[in-house]
């Protein structure tokens, strides 16, 4: 499915589309691609949120399959060995950022269907080094969603200092959301649901919140940690008011509208801290892996055939969809 010109998902851009199997370096795995989900990003590219990298452009960075072959140089993994890739697949390895241990900043970093082409497709190419192992007991079906809704809701929870046993607000609630709620309640926390949507309200609770709702006035209790994942600026001063002191936010989402004024005693005060999330490092896709797996997380997918993935993120878009929509290919 690819991306000619950038426009409202409902104008349905992407474009089945017949496409040379892609040429794979030394150092490259050439995949083929079983299942990939379908994430906010996507969307945000698609209709332009996002500049355009690479046009044509094939989306998606969920993405799960079997290696079948491998330049000369790889020695991870073997052919018919199931692997996994995300967002990051390139970084320098020698700038700061990078000898740093805080590879997610690299200044060259290059992103899997944004500056290279994705998985909304049969095969797709990978780094070696930026692939991951797929973890015993998960399908590749329900592996898909911890590729980035995973990985990206992790390094988000292990930014938000959440103490144990905390209270842990979550702003929106799609598929980053759905998988940390799981985490977050496996460790032992408490959480809390702001989402104007009824539906995801109820399915939060099925999967165990402590409370839903959708204003911030009605919590029951203040929050040690909040995590905002609706791309929306608005949310935050709310987010900010819901916490106790000295507490933190942390924004999730790689594009969000305009932060309206804040002020200072009211929202910032009292020691509380606002971080964002910036990517992930290949450590965070490793550590999230290994702790769904320890936990048997269940991510909560809908699937969909690969010609459908317009229909796919227009009920995205339309907060239709519990948990993660996921393409077959």
Same mark, same amino acid.
Request: positive net charge; glycine residues 12%; contains cysteine.
């Given at each position: 499915m690819v991306l000619f010109s950038q426009e409202a998902i409902e104008n349905r851009p992407l474009l089945l589309s017949e496409v040379s199997v892609p040429a794979y370096g030394n150092f490259d795995l050439l995949v083929k691609v079983s299942y990939c989900g379908v994430c906010r990003t996507d969307l945000h590219i698609v209709e332009g949120d996002l500049p355009l990298k690479t046009a044509p452009l094939i989306p998606g960075h969920q993405v799960v399959g079997t290696i079948v072959e491998k330049g000369n140089s790889c020695r991870r993994f073997n052919v018919g060995d199931c692997v996994g890739f995300g967002w990051l697949r390139f970084t320098c390895g020698n700038c700061a950022y990078c000898k740093s241990g805080r590879e997610n900043l690299c200044e060259n970093a290059r992103y899997t269907g944004y500056h290279e082409q994705g998985g909304y497709a049969e095969f797709a190419v990978i780094p070696e080094a930026f692939a991951y192992p797929i973890p015993p007991g998960f399908s590749e079906a329900l592996a898909a969603p911890?590729?980035? =809704?995973? %990985? %990206?809701?992790? @390094? =988000?929870?292990? @930014?938000?200092?959440l103490p144990p046993k905390g209270k842990l607000g979550i702003f929106g609630f799609g598929s980053s959301a759905h998988i940390i709620l799981q985490m977050a309640l496996s460790r032992g926390c408490h959480v809390f649901v702001i989402t104007r949507s009824k539906r995801h309200q109820e399915f939060a609770l099925q999967l165990g919140a402590d409370w839903a709702g959708s204003q911030v006035e009605a919590l029951p209790k203040k929050l040690d940690s909040a995590i905002v994942f609706a791309p929306a600026g608005e949310v935050v001063p709310l987010a900010l008011q819901s916490i106790d002191k000295g507490g933190t936010v942390v924004l999730a989402g790689i594009h969000m509208s305009d932060i309206p004024a804040m002020h200072y005693e009211e929202h910032l005060f009292h020691e509380k801290q606002l971080l964002s999330v910036e990517s992930n490092t290949r450590e965070d896709g490793m550590a999230l892996l290994n702790e769904a797996a320890k936990i048997s997380l269940k991510p909560h997918i809908q699937v969909f055939p690969l010609s459908e993935a317009n229909e796919a993120l227009i009920q995205l878009k339309q907060g239709k969809i519990d948990g993660t929509a996921v393409l077959k290919i």
């Open positions: 911890l590729l980035c =809704a995973g %990985i %990206i809701g992790y @390094r =988000a929870l292990s @930014r938000s200092h």
